[in-house]
């Protein structure tokens, strides 16, 4: 097969290599199928798809004896309302099982929401649950939960987090506890990230205690830092909190901390002040004890440019960018945003290795957009989510020549 893409200005045409274990029906292969291509600046590349309904992922990087891959997806659907659960598969797509589905915990929580939405007339019966990031000791991994303060709109799914709250979920005893209450309606709790020898915790906060409406949903957020012990009860397993905005009032989502540093990471960031929101993320920045201060490492002027996450070495760092449709301005919004993958070299080259906008697979934009590497640095699983509403996102394996 011939594959038609734009490199810049130049229209390259490409050969593609596929492999496929069957078919959807539909001509689409069904996963896991595969596909290479030469990317300039970087060499071959290999997609592999490996789930058709996915979210957010997280790879397991730790020293435990195994390197699944969490994930949120649906679980249940009702007409356009759904249920999102966590689901962990092995790196190759196979052995997908779902963890938190029946769990009581969440059903005892779930028929809590729903008895308060019934009591005003409201009818929906979606619950999510998401954003998984695995612990290191391999069998934890925090969570984000809708709570009882949500009135379960878009701002109340876990890519935004407001009135989620932070839960630990034990992967083998299929077991849970909140370890992060948000309160006040309106609050959000936002990907939590750990540290590389799980003492430290990271997660993007909102915290807008006086006001009666959710209003401006870009301002009050904030920047989280706590220490983390896994092995304390559910209720003392965050402790001794740091509140920060090193960059500013703005939009802040953490993205991960920095190699094996328990205090140096990285975050997207949108600078915020009352009647001029920015109705994009800007920028993606680091930071680094005392949390005062930020450097910026992508901003690519009027683009929207989010979730830096450096490579393990620390030498790359790969993040979703709209870069290549020039047509898009922050004015045109996040309906019409498409967005890929770029990876940063040492020094101010950049380059797309992600094309799933281009595939004939997707007759949407699609938003590639959650990414994590794996141990060694020369494999990524991703995101990609056709931009239309309802729509399933899948799970692709990204495979690199060479490690970073």
């Not at 959807?24 to 290479?36: E, F």
């Amino acid at each position: 097969m011939t594959w038609k893409i734009q490199i810049g200005g130049i229209l390259i045409l490409t050969v593609l290599t596929f492999s496929s274990c069957g078919s959807d029906g539909s001509g689409t292969p069904a996963p896991p199928y595969s596909y290479s291509m030469d990317v300039p600046g970087i060499g071959t590349v290999k997609y592999t798809l490996l789930a058709e309904n996915g979210g957010r992922v997280s790879w397991y990087r730790g020293t435990a004896a195994h390197n699944k891959i969490a994930y949120d997806a649906k679980s249940q659907t009702w007409g356009s309302d759904y249920q999102t659960d966590i689901y962990v598969m092995n790196a190759d797509g196979s052995g997908k099982e779902c963890i938190t589905c029946g769990m009581s915990e969440f059903e005892a929580l779930y028929q809590a929401i729903l008895a308060q939405r019934q009591s005003v007339g409201d009818t929906r019966l979606g619950f999510w649950i998401g954003q998984p990031e695995w612990h290191p000791d391999g069998v934890h991994a925090i969570i984000q939960v809708e709570n009882l303060n949500s009135r379960h709109t878009i701002n109340n799914f876990v890519s935004f987090g407001v009135d989620n709250d932070l839960w630990i979920l034990n992967t083998q005893t299929r077991t849970a506890g909140r370890i992060w209450t948000t309160g006040t309606q309106y609050n959000a709790a936002l990907h939590p990230r750990f540290s590389d020898d799980g003492t430290k915790l990271i997660f993007a906060q909102r915290t807008q205690t006086t006001m009666a409406t959710l209003n401006e949903v870009w301002e009050g957020w904030r920047l989280v830092v706590a220490d983390f012990d896994v092995n304390q009860p559910a209720s003392t397993m965050i402790s001794n909190p740091t509140y920060t905005k090193p960059s500013g009032d703005g939009f802040y989502e953490t993205t991960g901390f920095l190699g094996s540093s328990n205090t140096r990471f990285s975050y997207s960031f949108t600078p915020y002040a009352a009647g001029t929101v920015l109705p994009y993320v800007a920028e993606g920045r680091i930071t680094d004890y005392p949390w005062t201060t930020s450097m910026v490492v992508v901003n690519f002027p009027d683009v929207w440019d989010e979730k830096p996450r450096y490579s393990p070495s620390v030498s790359s760092v790969v993040w979703m960018s709209s870069a290549f449709d020039t047509s898009w301005t922050p004015a045109s919004g996040a309906v019409n945003l498409q967005s890929d993958l770029y990876l940063g070299l040492p020094g101010p080259l950049y380059y797309r290795f992600t094309f799933f906008n281009d595939l004939d697979r997707y007759t949407t934009k699609v938003l590639v957009t959650d990414h994590e590497w794996n141990r060694t640095g020369e494999k990524l699983v991703v995101q990609a989510m056709p931009n239309a509403a309802g729509a399933n996102a899948d799970i692709w394996l990204v495979e690199l020549p060479k490690a970073y």
